[in-house]
T-cell receptor, first 117, second 114 residues
Framework: GAVVSQHPSWVICKSGTSVKIECRSL??????MFWYRQFPKQSLMLMAT?????????EQGVEKDKFLINHASLTLSTLTVTSAHPEDSSFYIC?????????????FGPGTRLTVT | AQKVTQAQTEISVVEKEDVTLDCVYE???????LFWYKQPPSGELVFLIR??????QNEISGRYSWNFQKSTSSFNFTITASQVVDSAVYFC???????????FGTGTSLTVIP
Protein backbone atom coordinates (compact mmCIF):
# COMPACT_ATOMS: atom_id res chain seq x y z
CA GLY A 1 0.00 0.00 0.00
CA ALA A 2 0.92 3.65 -0.31
CA VAL A 3 3.29 4.90 2.35
CA VAL A 4 3.81 8.45 3.49
CA SER A 5 6.61 9.35 5.84
CA GLN A 6 7.34 12.45 7.86
CA HIS A 7 10.59 13.72 9.26
CA PRO A 8 11.27 14.43 11.98
CA SER A 9 8.77 12.53 14.08
CA TRP A 10 9.26 15.03 16.86
CA VAL A 11 11.18 18.25 17.27
CA ILE A 12 11.81 20.74 20.03
CA CYS A 13 12.86 24.23 19.10
CA LYS A 14 13.34 27.55 20.82
CA SER A 15 10.93 30.39 20.40
CA GLY A 16 11.85 32.58 17.45
CA THR A 17 13.57 29.90 15.43
CA SER A 18 12.28 28.19 12.32
CA VAL A 19 11.69 24.50 11.87
CA LYS A 20 11.16 22.47 8.72
CA ILE A 21 9.00 19.36 8.53
CA GLU A 22 9.24 17.00 5.58
CA CYS A 23 6.50 14.87 4.11
CA ARG A 24 7.47 12.20 1.61
CA SER A 25 5.49 9.76 -0.47
CA LEU A 26 7.66 6.67 -0.57
CA UNK A 27 6.11 4.52 -3.26
CA UNK A 28 3.94 6.80 -5.32
CA UNK A 29 4.00 10.22 -6.88
CA UNK A 30 1.98 12.66 -4.86
CA UNK A 31 0.54 15.38 -7.02
CA UNK A 32 -1.32 16.84 -4.06
CA MET A 33 -0.30 17.01 -0.44
CA PHE A 34 -2.24 18.28 2.51
CA TRP A 35 -1.05 19.64 5.83
CA TYR A 36 -3.11 19.27 8.97
CA ARG A 37 -2.58 20.56 12.49
CA GLN A 38 -3.86 18.90 15.60
CA PHE A 39 -3.76 20.60 18.97
CA PRO A 40 -3.82 18.38 22.05
CA LYS A 41 -7.09 16.55 22.46
CA GLN A 42 -8.55 18.26 19.43
CA SER A 43 -9.40 17.31 15.91
CA LEU A 44 -7.28 17.57 12.80
CA MET A 45 -7.71 20.83 10.98
CA LEU A 46 -6.62 21.34 7.41
CA MET A 47 -4.02 24.08 7.11
CA ALA A 48 -3.21 24.04 3.42
CA THR A 49 -3.29 22.11 0.20
CA UNK A 50 -0.31 22.01 -2.09
CA UNK A 51 -0.06 20.83 -5.66
CA UNK A 52 3.33 19.95 -7.06
CA UNK A 53 4.92 22.93 -8.70
CA UNK A 54 2.24 25.37 -7.57
CA UNK A 55 1.75 27.70 -4.65
CA UNK A 56 -0.09 26.23 -1.73
CA UNK A 57 -3.67 27.12 -0.98
CA UNK A 58 -4.14 28.05 2.64
CA GLU A 59 -7.28 27.66 4.70
CA GLN A 60 -8.84 30.70 6.24
CA GLY A 61 -7.03 31.84 9.33
CA VAL A 62 -3.72 30.15 8.50
CA GLU A 63 -0.87 32.61 8.03
CA LYS A 64 0.90 31.80 4.79
CA ASP A 65 3.96 33.81 5.79
CA LYS A 66 4.31 31.86 8.97
CA PHE A 67 3.68 28.41 7.59
CA LEU A 68 5.68 28.14 4.41
CA ILE A 69 4.81 25.18 2.25
CA ASN A 70 6.92 23.98 -0.62
CA HIS A 71 5.95 21.11 -2.91
CA ALA A 72 8.87 21.11 -5.29
CA SER A 73 8.77 17.47 -6.30
CA LEU A 74 6.24 14.70 -6.70
CA THR A 75 7.51 12.95 -3.60
CA LEU A 76 8.31 15.74 -1.20
CA SER A 77 6.48 18.58 0.45
CA THR A 78 7.89 20.67 3.26
CA LEU A 79 6.25 22.78 5.91
CA THR A 80 8.42 25.42 7.51
CA VAL A 81 7.18 27.06 10.68
CA THR A 82 8.92 30.41 10.73
CA SER A 83 9.66 32.30 13.92
CA ALA A 84 7.97 29.62 15.93
CA HIS A 85 6.23 30.47 19.19
CA PRO A 86 4.89 28.24 21.95
CA GLU A 87 1.37 28.52 20.54
CA ASP A 88 2.63 26.79 17.40
CA SER A 89 3.32 23.67 19.44
CA SER A 90 1.14 21.06 17.87
CA PHE A 91 1.00 17.76 16.02
CA TYR A 92 1.41 18.28 12.29
CA ILE A 93 0.17 15.60 9.93
CA CYS A 94 0.50 15.47 6.18
CA UNK A 95 -1.45 13.42 3.70
CA UNK A 96 -0.77 12.76 0.05
CA UNK A 97 -2.80 11.96 -3.03
CA UNK A 98 -1.32 10.36 -6.10
CA UNK A 99 -1.71 11.26 -9.74
CA UNK A 100 -4.95 9.91 -11.10
CA UNK A 101 -6.14 8.89 -7.66
CA UNK A 102 -9.69 9.50 -6.57
CA UNK A 103 -10.23 12.59 -4.49
CA UNK A 104 -10.76 10.54 -1.37
CA UNK A 105 -7.71 8.37 -1.84
CA UNK A 106 -5.36 10.11 0.55
CA UNK A 107 -2.70 8.53 2.68
CA PHE A 108 -1.65 10.03 5.97
CA GLY A 109 1.82 10.38 7.36
CA PRO A 110 2.67 9.42 10.95
CA GLY A 111 2.80 13.02 12.09
CA THR A 112 5.41 15.35 13.56
CA ARG A 113 5.13 16.61 17.10
CA LEU A 114 6.47 20.13 17.43
CA THR A 115 7.22 21.65 20.80
CA VAL A 116 8.32 25.27 20.96
CA THR A 117 9.95 26.30 24.23
CA ALA B 1 -21.34 24.26 10.85
CA GLN B 2 -19.53 21.15 11.88
CA LYS B 3 -19.65 18.62 9.08
CA VAL B 4 -18.80 15.67 11.29
CA THR B 5 -20.03 15.40 14.84
CA GLN B 6 -18.80 12.92 17.37
CA ALA B 7 -20.84 13.73 20.40
CA GLN B 8 -18.99 11.36 22.71
CA THR B 9 -15.82 13.01 23.89
CA GLU B 10 -14.65 10.25 26.18
CA ILE B 11 -15.88 6.74 26.82
CA SER B 12 -14.65 4.22 29.34
CA VAL B 13 -15.61 0.58 29.25
CA VAL B 14 -14.48 -2.50 31.04
CA GLU B 15 -12.64 -5.06 28.99
CA LYS B 16 -14.89 -7.45 27.05
CA GLU B 17 -17.76 -5.00 26.97
CA ASP B 18 -19.15 -3.85 23.64
CA VAL B 19 -18.93 -0.17 22.81
CA THR B 20 -20.44 1.95 20.06
CA LEU B 21 -18.89 5.18 18.87
CA ASP B 22 -21.30 7.57 17.24
CA CYS B 23 -20.70 9.68 14.17
CA VAL B 24 -23.15 12.04 12.51
CA TYR B 25 -22.25 13.87 9.36
CA GLU B 26 -23.64 16.66 7.27
CA UNK B 27 -23.24 17.13 3.55
CA UNK B 28 -25.20 18.27 0.53
CA UNK B 29 -23.17 16.13 -1.83
CA UNK B 30 -24.71 12.93 -3.10
CA UNK B 31 -21.30 11.38 -3.56
CA UNK B 32 -19.07 11.24 -0.54
CA UNK B 33 -16.92 8.94 1.52
CA LEU B 34 -16.89 8.28 5.22
CA PHE B 35 -13.92 7.03 7.18
CA TRP B 36 -12.95 5.85 10.62
CA TYR B 37 -9.41 6.24 11.89
CA LYS B 38 -7.80 5.09 15.10
CA GLN B 39 -5.18 7.30 16.69
CA PRO B 40 -3.17 5.57 19.41
CA PRO B 41 -0.97 7.58 21.79
CA SER B 42 1.85 7.50 19.24
CA GLY B 43 -0.26 9.82 17.10
CA GLU B 44 -0.22 7.95 13.84
CA LEU B 45 -3.59 7.67 12.16
CA VAL B 46 -4.56 4.07 11.54
CA PHE B 47 -7.09 3.61 8.76
CA LEU B 48 -9.99 1.37 9.78
CA ILE B 49 -12.65 1.65 7.13
CA ARG B 50 -13.90 3.63 4.15
CA UNK B 51 -17.48 3.64 3.01
CA UNK B 52 -18.95 5.41 -0.01
CA UNK B 53 -22.32 7.08 0.00
CA UNK B 54 -23.88 4.54 -2.32
CA UNK B 55 -23.11 1.55 -0.20
CA UNK B 56 -25.24 1.30 2.89
CA GLN B 57 -24.37 -2.26 3.68
CA ASN B 58 -23.12 -2.75 7.17
CA GLU B 59 -19.68 -4.16 7.47
CA ILE B 60 -18.03 -6.45 9.95
CA SER B 61 -14.33 -6.99 10.32
CA GLY B 62 -13.44 -9.18 13.22
CA ARG B 63 -14.51 -7.40 16.39
CA TYR B 64 -15.28 -4.21 14.48
CA SER B 65 -18.54 -3.41 12.78
CA TRP B 66 -19.95 -0.33 11.15
CA ASN B 67 -23.54 0.79 10.73
CA PHE B 68 -24.09 3.30 7.95
CA GLN B 69 -27.54 4.88 7.79
CA LYS B 70 -28.09 7.64 5.25
CA SER B 71 -31.56 8.31 6.61
CA THR B 72 -30.04 9.56 9.85
CA SER B 73 -26.68 10.65 8.38
CA SER B 74 -24.89 8.39 10.79
CA PHE B 75 -21.92 6.10 10.50
CA ASN B 76 -21.50 4.40 13.85
CA PHE B 77 -18.68 2.12 14.85
CA THR B 78 -19.03 -0.79 17.25
CA ILE B 79 -16.24 -2.68 18.93
CA THR B 80 -17.33 -6.04 20.27
CA ALA B 81 -15.61 -7.61 23.25
CA SER B 82 -13.34 -4.62 23.73
CA GLN B 83 -9.70 -5.10 24.62
CA VAL B 84 -7.16 -2.86 26.32
CA VAL B 85 -5.38 -2.42 22.99
CA ASP B 86 -8.49 -0.74 21.66
CA SER B 87 -7.78 2.24 23.90
CA ALA B 88 -7.19 5.18 21.55
CA VAL B 89 -8.84 8.20 20.05
CA TYR B 90 -11.16 7.36 17.20
CA PHE B 91 -11.94 9.84 14.46
CA CYS B 92 -14.76 9.79 11.99
CA UNK B 93 -14.10 11.73 8.78
CA UNK B 94 -15.98 12.85 5.71
CA UNK B 95 -14.62 13.47 2.23
CA UNK B 96 -17.03 15.15 -0.16
CA UNK B 97 -17.12 14.71 -3.88
CA UNK B 98 -16.75 18.43 -4.49
CA UNK B 99 -13.33 18.80 -2.92
CA UNK B 100 -10.18 17.18 -1.68
CA UNK B 101 -10.56 18.02 1.95
CA UNK B 102 -11.14 15.57 4.76
CA UNK B 103 -13.40 16.83 7.51
CA PHE B 104 -12.63 15.20 10.80
CA GLY B 105 -14.86 14.95 13.81
CA THR B 106 -13.52 15.97 17.19
CA GLY B 107 -12.74 12.40 18.08
CA THR B 108 -13.84 10.02 20.80
CA SER B 109 -11.29 8.96 23.35
CA LEU B 110 -11.91 5.34 24.28
CA THR B 111 -10.39 3.83 27.39
CA VAL B 112 -10.75 0.13 27.94
CA ILE B 113 -10.19 -0.78 31.56
CA PRO B 114 -8.71 -4.20 32.25
Amino acid sequence: GAVVSQHPSWVICKSGTSVKIECRSLDFQATTMFWYRQFPKQSLMLMATSNEGSKATYEQGVEKDKFLINHASLTLSTLTVTSAHPEDSSFYICSAKGAGAAWWEQYFGPGTRLTVT
Amino acid sequence: AQKVTQAQTEISVVEKEDVTLDCVYETRDTTYYLFWYKQPPSGELVFLIRRNSFDEQNEISGRYSWNFQKSTSSFNFTITASQVVDSAVYFCALSEGTGNQFYFGTGTSLTVIP
